[in-house]
């Protein structure tokens, strides 16, 4: 998940640099001063260096707008616009230099997305105009990063200038399906006190603390991350002197994959087998409504079974309640 962070990152530090930018410069630099009191085009104030767009995987292109300002533009004006991988490159560049381990980002490939119009007509004295785009979000290889470099190329009325420091973004596309985000999570599980593990009294769980992500693998399939250990390992508890403590199990990183109506259809280990044999089964007995999301409430029920060789199957709950996007 480094690289979802690096991206959550960098774009607060490119709204920090903007901040600065525009109380420093002057000249034809920004939107607040230029030249002979030029009209100025801009990509909007918000939007420049890294510009995260979070949509969810669909089978229908999915439309992402980027701003473009005016100030001072009495006229009618055309923008042309142009994805230019340079921008990128660049940037992949400069954060490289920064921090080595820097995962970087690649042009999002020219069939995932449609441009209905290179031109953006700004009508006199408007403020804010959509540049927009289209993304087949379905077609995104999740295990990469993209981005699509935006820049302003130029403006047809000789009046007008298009600002240097805020003439382009990259809009960084991160895709997420429906269940993607962080949940509050209480955890039920029997079955290996011989082994040091807390067993829950039916019917009662456990708040584990900080809770569980669940992250985006494909269109209808997800991971976890564990919060409170900073993992993507299972959840669970302990026994020490007959009190639940917070652990996580080596080797077990569960995925569940959803059907059509939320249901839970099949649940596996993202990790090789260690040698302990550590595998996932859905609960044969677990009740109708578990093993489904509901998208009223946010909250997955998963009840399966946690199998390791030479041990009996522990019987495994999690109630997992969405607070918040990851």
Same mark, same amino acid.
Do not use: C, R
């Given at each position: 998940m480094r690289h979802f962070k690096n991206i959550f990152s960098f774009a607060s530090l490119a709204v920090l640099f903007l901040m600065s930018s525009c109380l420093d410069n002057t000249g034809n630099l920004d939107v607040f001063n230029s030249v002979n009191n030029n009209g100025v085009i801009s990509i909007g104030q918000a939007e420049p260096g890294l510009n995260v767009k979070t949509v969810e995987i669909s089978t229908t292109p999915t439309k992402i707008s980027v701003v473009i300002n005016a100030a001072r533009v009495n006229n009618t004006v055309n923008v042309t616009v142009q994805v230019d991988p340079a921008v990128l490159t660049a940037y992949n560049a400069e954060q490289t230099a920064l921090d080595p381990t820097f995962?970087?980002?690649?042009?999002?490939? #020219? +069939?995932?997305?449609?441009? &209905?119009?290179? =031109?953006?007509?700004? $009508? *006199?004295?408007?403020?804010? /105009?959509?540049?927009?785009?289209?993304?087949?979000?379905?077609?995104?290889?999740?295990?990469?990063?993209?981005?699509?470099?935006?820049?302003?190329?130029?403006?047809?009325?000789?009046?007008?200038?298009?600002?240097?420091?805020?003439?382009?973004?990259?809009?960084?596309?991160?895709?997420?399906?429906?269940?993607?985000?962080?949940?509050?999570?209480?955890?039920?599980?029997?079955?290996?006190?011989?082994?040091?593990?807390?067993?829950?009294?039916?019917?009662?769980?456990?708040r584990y603390p900080d809770g569980i992500a669940l992250v985006t693998l494909g269109a209808n399939s997800v991971g976890i991350e564990n919060l409170w250990a900073g993992t993507n390992l299972?959840?669970?508890? #302990? +026994?020490?002197?007959?009190? &639940?403590?917070? =652990?996580?199990?080596? $080797? *077990?990183?569960?995925?569940? /994959?959803?059907?059509?109506?939320?249901?839970?259809?099949?649940?596996s280990n993202a990790i090789a087998d260690d040698g302990r044999g550590r595998k996932f089964a859905l609960n044969p007995t677990a009740p109708a409504s578990d093993n489904s999301y509901d998208p009223a409430t946010k909250k997955v029920i998963a009840n399966f079974l946690f199998k390791q060789t030479g041990r009996p199957d522990m019987n495994y709950r999690l109630t997992m309640v969405f607070f918040g996007s990851r």
């Open positions: 995962v970087p980002f690649e042009v999002l490939p #020219s +069939n995932l997305y449609t441009i &209905p119009s290179l =031109t953006v007509s700004i $009508a *006199a004295g408007k403020l804010d /105009t959509p540049f927009e785009f289209n993304v087949n979000t379905s077609g995104v290889d999740l295990s990469k990063k993209f981005a699509l470099p935006i820049v302003l190329k130029s403006v047809d009325d000789p009046s007008v200038v298009i600002a240097s420091n805020l003439n382009s973004t990259l809009v960084a596309i991160v895709v997420k399906n429906k269940y993607d985000g962080k949940y509050n999570l209480d955890v039920e599980h029997s079955g290996w006190s011989a082994f040091g593990i807390f067993d829950m009294p039916a019917g009662v769980a456990e299972l959840p669970g508890f #302990s +026994n020490t002197a007959g009190k &639940p403590t917070p =652990t996580q199990f080596g $080797a *077990a990183s569960p995925v569940f /994959t959803f059907d059509g109506n939320n249901k839970i259809v099949s649940v």
